[in-house]
């Protein structure tokens, strides 16, 4: 069974950076199979997609309030994908959570596998 736990959450202030990791085990064909991706659900908000890596052909994908300012990448060989955040804005604050799908691709809906999410709180 594959599992996902995600690091990396806190506080920070407008403007500053953060990198989110996903750390996945029981991935036995290898992350290259799977789609990888973030999403996040801000307070009183529903889920949304945030950044995604295709297991078609490696093509990434990120939502247009995040384009130019999050950037998402994997190490195949440690298991991990990463969610690079600069310029955080208050607006980002949420939980993230890290997810993996063995079959769909991004845009899909649904995602097999999930981390219980990280908090992000950008305040001053």
């Known amino acids: 069974q594959v599992q996902l736990v995600e690091s990396g959450g806190g506080l920070v202030q407008p403007g500053g950076s953060l990198t989110l990791s996903c750390a996945a085990s029981?991935?036995?064909?290898?992350?290259?199979?799977?789609?990888v991706g973030w999403f996040r659900q801000a307070p009183g908000k529903g889920r949304e997609g945030v950044s995604c890596?295709?297991?078609?052909?490696?093509?990434?994908y990120h939502r247009d309030s995040v384009k130019g300012r999050f950037t998402i990448s994997k190490d195949v060989a440690k298991n991990m994908w990463y969610l690079q955040m600069n310029t955080l804005k208050p607006e980002d604050t949420a939980v993230y959570f890290c997810?993996?799908?063995?079959?769909?691709?991004?845009?899909?809906?649904?995602?097999?596998?999930w981390g219980k999410g990280t908090l992000v709180n950008v305040s001053s």
């Open positions: 997810a993996a799908d063995r079959w769909g691709d991004c845009g899909a809906s649904g995602m097999d596998y």
């Open positions: 029981g991935v036995t064909e290898g992350l290259d199979y799977y789609t």
């Open positions: 890596i295709s297991r078609s052909d490696g093509s990434t």
